[in-house]
């Protein structure tokens, strides 16, 4: 779990006030200036990845970044066999807006063209085509199977 700022700030001082000697005011005053140092360049850093995500350029090109053998985050470059949805959040986004930020199809797969087509080759193995064209048959009326009306409850 990540350090809150108040906490990066108290090891600061801690460590500070272990090598040089420190009134109590003097802990304080290091303390918030240390804090509002922190908290400045946290800032700073926000407000530098807000601006590189509106206009940054991806790492590679959006149509590029789906491949064989790996799959490229076009927000960080990193390279992977699925972007999960996990790791999307570590983003701030869905997969339905990452898509649509990158220009990519809403129906396109988030993994390697590899793995794409191994779990395709596994659905047909399952016979999910199969089973598709029976529940669509079936939906339709074709292959549906009318039972016989109930009989009326006997009067006592």
């Known amino acids: 779990m990540a350090k809150s700022l108040v906490e990066m700030a108290a090891e600061l001082v801690q460590a500070q006030c272990s090598s040089t000697s420190m009134t109590a005011e ?33 790492p590679i090109s959006p149509e590029k970044s789906i491949q064989k053998h790996k799959i490229v ?27 649509k930020k990158w220009g990519l199809p809403l129906r396109q797969a988030l993994c390697a063209k590899e793995l794409s087509d191994r779990r395709k080759k596994a659905g047909k193995a ?23 009306p109930r009989a009326a409850a006997k009067k006592a």
Do not use: W
């Open 26 to 58: 003097e802990v304080a005053q290091a303390l918030q200036a240390t804090y509002n140092a922190l908290r400045g360049l946290q800032l700073d850093e926000a407000q530098g990845a807000a601006a590189a995500g509106g206009g940054a350029e991806p």
């Open 73 to 99: 985050c076009l927000e960080c470059g990193q390279e992977f066999k699925m972007i999960s949805p996990k790791h999307l959040k570590s983003h701030g986004l869905t997969g339905r807006e990452y898509r």
């Open 126 to 148: 399952r016979g999910l085509p199969a089973n598709l064209r029976k529940s669509i048959a079936e939906r339709s009326g074709k292959g549906k199977v009318r039972r016989a």
